[in-house]
């Protein structure tokens, strides 16, 4: 079973923990998708298109990096975090790599200054 197919299973019965109105259909529904493709996704027998893919990260409060294994973290719920990406983005394209060595640097050198707990 490929990852989108197990994270979406995963995501769906641990909705259907506290919900029982998680079912293949519900979510299905939510997706504005038959019952039948969302079961293939579950699957793995079928690949859903980016606007569904979309709609899967909207419904399950993750990002599609994590639907598509590329990141195991669910989503981006910090601020901090949310802040950073912000400013990283504003860097422009040339100076990328020049920044990220000294972003990694100054991390690296907090770590050693506070200790890694």
């Given at each position: 079973?490929?990852?989108?197919?197990?994270?979406?299973?995963?995501?769906?019965?641990?909705?259907?923990?506290?919900?029982?109105?998680?079912?293949?259909?519900?979510?299905?529904?939510?997706?504005?998708?038959?019952?039948t493709?969302?079961?293939?996704?579950?699957?793995?027998?079928?690949?859903?298109?980016?606007e569904?893919?979309?709609?899967?990260?909207?419904?399950f409060?993750?990002?599609?990096?994590?639907?598509?294994?590329?990141?195991?973290?669910?989503?981006?719920?910090?601020?901090?975090?949310?802040?950073?990406?912000?400013?990283?983005?504003?860097?422009?394209?040339?100076?990328?790599?020049?920044?990220?060595?000294?972003?990694?640097?100054?991390?690296?050198?907090?770590?050693?200054?506070?200790?890694?707990?």
């Amino acid at each position: 079973m490929d990852i989108l197919a197990a994270r979406l299973k995963r995501l769906r019965e641990e909705n259907k923990a506290s919900n029982k109105d998680w079912t293949q259909g519900y979510v299905a529904d939510k997706l504005n998708v038959a019952r039948t493709s969302y079961t293939a996704y579950e699957n793995g027998t079928k690949q859903p298109t980016l606007e569904t893919l979309l709609n899967m990260a909207d419904l399950f409060d993750v990002t599609i990096d994590y639907l598509l294994g590329r990141s195991i973290q669910k989503n981006i719920n910090d601020d901090f975090v949310k802040e950073l990406t912000e400013l990283i983005q504003l860097i422009p394209e040339e100076k990328i790599n020049e920044s990220k060595i000294k972003l990694l640097a100054y991390a690296q050198g907090l770590v050693d200054a506070y200790g890694s707990n």
